[in-house]
């Protein structure tokens, strides 16, 4: 299903972003304010037009916060955690007993969308079942629109300024789920689409010593590289669809700032994880967008990067920004995060 009409509104409204607080603090409607409403409610159209067309599949049983579901325990926090006033989604693999130490996947959903939703569109609770993973899937906090968003780089996407702090907020969940459960410190990873993959490349970016990998759908780096202080190579795969008019694939802006483009955010992370050859066709493809016909998407990848260290961009070839994947996305995403744990010695 296409929706090319209301991803051409998102691009129409990036521009005469202008709002200014009242006496009271609170935004006031004005010209620039109304474009900015415009802009922001067509995301939500294209996310929801996505949920109504596809049947999503159950998360399966969680623990959301504190509260436990299944028998599975809660995880320990106190009242002072941010998680506190945010809880989240927490897939435990069916049959685990805590006896062996597991892989950690956080997941990241877009703008508007919330944990729940991504993680019945990327299929990754079945995934967790069959490999033998963790699966949290968090929430972003609500905006003044009331759309959840996370705080990730100067482009995407905290538009009202909250200056809401998600980098300690995920590490509270990271540690809170660490301290209930034997994660693997060499297998954290963070998968994100959209505003979640702009939070996983900053996440990434402050955090490098605890990332093992990241997998990121349309969603970019730092624009200004001055920003990602990532001292430890992070192995990082990114997706991105040629078509996608939403973040642009060449990059572009939002009303906040710029973003870089696909090729120039898996050449950033080269750099950082001191990769020595170049972005080059692998000569695989693979068949994950069920409404392109073939192996669509194609597969580059850095060379002469250190031992264990991946950098990769697989373009989705007539791909949008919301992908109707097949049964093979969850396992193709979790092949490269299995097969790129921290490097012994990187953290």
Same mark, same amino acid.
């Given at each position: 299903?296409?929706?090319?009409?209301?991803?051409?509104?998102?691009?129409?409204?990036?521009?005469?972003?202008?709002?200014?607080?009242?006496?009271?603090?609170?935004?006031?409607?004005?010209?620039?304010?109304?474009?900015?409403?415009?802009?922001?409610?067509?995301?939500?159209?294209?996310?929801?037009?996505?949920?109504?067309?596809?049947?999503?599949?159950?998360?399966?049983?969680?623990?959301?916060? *504190?509260?436990?579901?299944?028998?599975?325990?809660?995880?320990?926090?106190?009242?002072?955690?941010?998680?506190?006033?945010?809880?989240?989604?927490?897939?435990?693999?069916?049959?685990? @007993?805590?006896?062996?130490?597991?892989?950690?996947?956080?997941?990241?959903?877009?703008?508007?969308?919330?944990?729940?939703?991504?993680?019945?569109?990327?299929?990754?609770? *079945?995934?967790? @079942?069959?490999?033998?993973?963790?699966?949290?899937?968090?929430?972003?906090?609500?905006?003044?629109?009331?759309?959840?968003?996370?705080?990730?780089?100067?482009?995407?996407?905290?538009?009202?300024?909250?200056? $809401?702090?998600?980098?300690?907020?995920?590490?509270? $969940?990271?540690?809170?789920?660490?301290?209930?459960?034997?994660? @693997?410190?060499?297998?954290?990873?963070?998968?994100?689409?959209?505003?979640?993959?702009?939070?996983?490349?900053?996440?990434?970016?402050?955090?490098?010593?605890?990332?093992?990998?990241?997998?990121?759908?349309?969603?970019?780096?730092?624009?200004?590289?001055?920003?990602?202080?990532?001292?430890?190579?992070?192995?990082?795969?990114?997706?991105?669809?040629?078509?996608?008019?939403?973040?642009?694939?060449?990059?572009?802006?939002?009303?906040?700032?710029?973003?870089?483009?696909?090729?120039?955010?898996?050449?950033?992370?080269?750099?950082?994880?001191?990769?020595?050859?170049?972005?080059?066709?692998?000569?695989?493809?693979?068949?994950?967008?069920?409404?392109?016909?073939?192996?669509?998407?194609?597969?580059?990848?850095?060379?002469?990067?250190?031992?264990? $260290?991946?950098?990769?961009?697989?373009?989705?070839?007539?791909?949008?920004?919301?992908?109707?994947?097949? @049964?093979?996305?969850?396992?193709?995403?979790?092949?490269?995060?299995?097969?790129?744990?921290?490097?012994?010695?990187?953290?």
């Amino acid at each position: 299903m296409k929706h090319n009409g209301a991803r051409r509104h998102w691009r129409q409204g990036e521009k005469n972003l202008t709002s200014a607080p009242n006496a009271s603090g609170v935004l006031g409607v004005i010209p620039g304010m109304t474009v900015m409403r415009r802009w922001l409610a067509s995301v939500s159209v294209i996310l929801a037009l996505v949920a109504g067309a596809f049947a999503f599949p159950s998360a399966g049983p969680v623990v959301a916060g *504190a509260a436990a579901a299944g028998g599975s325990g809660g995880v320990p926090r106190s009242e002072a955690s941010p998680t506190a006033a945010r809880p989240y989604g927490l897939k435990v693999p069916t049959g685990y @007993d805590g006896g062996q130490a597991i892989p950690l996947v956080v997941l990241l959903h877009g703008y508007t969308s919330n944990g729940a939703t991504q993680a019945a569109y990327f299929g990754l609770a *079945a995934e967790a @079942d069959k490999e033998r993973f963790l699966l949290a899937y968090p929430d972003g906090t609500r905006d003044r629109l009331g759309n959840r968003f996370w705080n990730a780089t100067d482009a995407c996407c905290d538009f009202f300024h909250t200056g $809401v702090d998600d980098v300690a907020y995920l590490d509270a $969940v990271i540690g809170e789920i660490s301290a209930k459960y034997p994660v @693997d410190p060499a297998r954290v990873f963070l998968v994100g689409h959209s505003n979640g993959a702009f939070m996983a490349h900053r996440y990434a970016c402050d955090r490098a010593s605890r990332v093992a990998a990241i997998v990121t759908l349309a969603g970019m780096t730092w624009k200004d590289q001055g920003h990602c202080a990532a001292g430890s190579p992070v192995s990082v795969l990114h997706v991105h669809g040629r078509n996608d008019s939403t973040i642009n694939y060449d990059g572009g802006s939002t009303p906040e700032g710029a973003y870089p483009g696909a090729v120039e955010t898996v050449g950033d992370w080269a750099k950082k994880d001191g990769c020595s050859g170049a972005l080059t066709a692998t000569g695989r493809k693979l068949d994950l967008e069920r409404t392109v016909p073939g192996d669509e998407t194609v597969e580059e990848a850095y060379t002469g990067c250190p031992g264990g $260290v991946g950098v990769a961009l697989w373009t989705i070839e007539g791909g949008g920004h919301v992908p109707s994947f097949n @049964d093979q996305w969850a396992g193709s995403i979790w092949a490269f995060m299995a097969t790129h744990p921290k490097a012994a010695g990187a953290s």
